[in-house]
């Protein structure tokens, strides 16, 4: 239709204007009663009208949902040459590369004096990860004095490559002496886990030594079971700890469980046994003499508690405890290990020698694996508040180094933090190795997530997804998280 000012517009072209104008000046408006589109639009059409913000600004499941790609930033230029010569000593991790790609004829290493502010390489599947660690520990082996201990549990072969090309470096005079291969279970290490005999004769307080002892082995178990599941319930850890205090008791402690020629080391069968003792003195005639026997008076305070509980609290907290002893008594393996009383294997006797230890726990369950991991590490532990205290009269290029591959769920342990916090006054160098760090949130949460990467000084970081909390974690100066 022709009006005097000029065409006359649809009442639909009126609204889809008037639609248009809100969309545009991000007016929200509710309808009432029946609604009709007054945009048709096509995909085309409809992408000039939204907005995505980059991938920064993203949630990590709005980035993977979008196939974003991370903001591309200019790495750093190489250092000046004199900054460099600071990184020709000590573990080799690649060659630094020039503004036009081409690398340095010397590799860049981690000086001795700054590994034992710790270490780890993060990469996806493929990304040469066990390459890496085998050229590390070789090159650890190289440049540096003390220990290196490689903890392998994918079993995929690493170790015996290890071992080639340790041989093929050094000779195999040179393996055969200072190379040990522990092929898990065909070869277990004779530790001797229930054995105070080393930390008393180190000159540690025997109650110092058995609540030492005590609290590795609750780590152990919470390393299986998980944190929230071994606290479920209250009382069942308190107890295993009473357990482990009565058979050390230097006054009952041999008439506890079954004979032994010393209190000061048992069978991890003792404390089934010292179990089954209480069951049998507990009610509906409870009888205090027969459940075992304890000088200490706060531990035969909480044996009494129990014993005067009814039938059924006290069979549900003894049956808590069962459960929990039962991770280690029903795998043949590591019952052979923690009912070992001879001690074969310890730490101790290795802190102050330039030799290569490697585990491999590929051939053992997934949860013996994990116990065989907390046992290699509390021993260590110990070896090193006993044996290091003075480092100050040690080498300026010793170094005890600890590897661990596919360590996301042993990182964000009670024992893995306290090595990787106070490992610095131990000159432990703790090495890690996973596909991504946020394996350790989904592990231990974020708060045990966020203390490792705080621990860790030097981050090697592959083609993965960065987190936020990593960008943090790598930000200096020159770079923003």
Not at 141 to 170: C, V
Not at 290 to 314: G, I, M, N, Y
Not at 341 to 369: H, K, N, Q, S
Request: with cysteine; net charge negative; glycine share 8%.
């Amino acid at each position: 239709r022709l009006r005097d000012r000029g065409f006359r517009q649809s009442k639909k072209e009126q609204n889809a204007r008037a639609a248009l104008k809100r969309l545009l000046s991000r007016e929200v408006t509710t309808g009432r009663g029946k609604t009709r589109p007054e945009l048709v639009l096509c995909g085309a059409e409809l992408a000039n009208f939204v907005v995505v913000p980059s991938s920064e600004r993203l949630t990590m499941e709005g980035s993977r949902g979008t196939r974003a790609e991370q903001q591309s930033r200019n790495p750093l230029a190489r250092p000046n040459p004199d900054l460099m010569s600071e990184f020709r000593e000590g573990m080799a991790i690649g060659y630094a590369l020039d503004e036009t790609g081409e690398a340095e004829k010397q590799p860049t290493r981690i000086p001795p004096g700054l590994l034992p502010t710790h270490y780890g390489r993060f990469g996806t599947t493929g990304a040469g990860k066990s390459k890496a660690q085998i050229n590390e520990l070789l090159s650890l082996y190289e440049t540096t004095t003390g220990p290196s201990i490689l903890i392998e549990p994918k079993g995929d072969g690493m170790a015996e490559n290890y071992m080639r090309a340790h041989a093929a470096r050094f000779g195999l005079d040179d393996l055969r002496e200072n190379v040990i291969y522990f092929s898990l279970p065909d070869v277990l290490p004779g530790f001797s886990f229930f054995n105070l005999e080393p930390s008393l004769e180190n000159g540690l307080r025997r109650e110092d030594a058995v609540q030492r002892k005590a609290d590795h082995y609750e780590e152990i178990l919470k390393l299986v079971m998980g944190v929230d599941r071994y606290e479920r319930a209250t009382v069942a850890p308190g107890l295993i700890k009473s357990l482990i205090k009565v058979l050390f008791d230097e006054t009952h402690g041999r008439e506890n469980g079954q004979y032994r020629e010393s209190a000061d080391y048992f069978a991890h069968r003792q404390l089934e046994y010292a179990l089954d003792q209480l069951w049998q003195a507990g009610p509906p005639q409870p009888d205090l003499s027969a459940a075992p026997q304890s000088s200490d008076e706060a531990v035969s305070r909480s044996l009494r508690r129990q014993l005067q509980a009814d039938k059924t609290t006290f069979s549900n907290v003894l049956g808590g405890v069962g459960n929990r002893l039962s991770v280690i008594s029903d795998d043949t393996h590591l019952r052979r290990i923690f009912n070992n009383t001879e001690p074969r294997f310890d730490f101790r006797d290795v802190i102050d020698d330039d030799t290569v230890i490697l585990f491999d726990l590929g051939d053992l369950r997934e949860d013996a694996a994990r116990v065989m991991t907390g046992v290699i590490l509390t021993n260590l532990e110990d070896a090193l508040k006993e044996e290091n205290q003075d480092v100050g009269k040690r080498p300026d290029d010793y170094v005890v180094n600890l590897l661990i591959d596919e360590a996301a769920s042993v990182a964000v342990s009670d024992v893995m933090n306290t090595l990787l916090e106070q490992g610095r006054s131990f000159r432990l160098s703790v090495g890690l190795s996973m596909q991504f760090p946020e394996q350790m949130k989904a592990e231990g949460g974020r708060s045990a997530y966020l203390n490792v990467l705080n621990n860790i000084g030097s981050p090697i970081v592959g083609k993965i997804n960065v987190d936020r909390e990593l960008a943090r974690a790598m930000a200096h100066e020159e770079m923003d998280p």
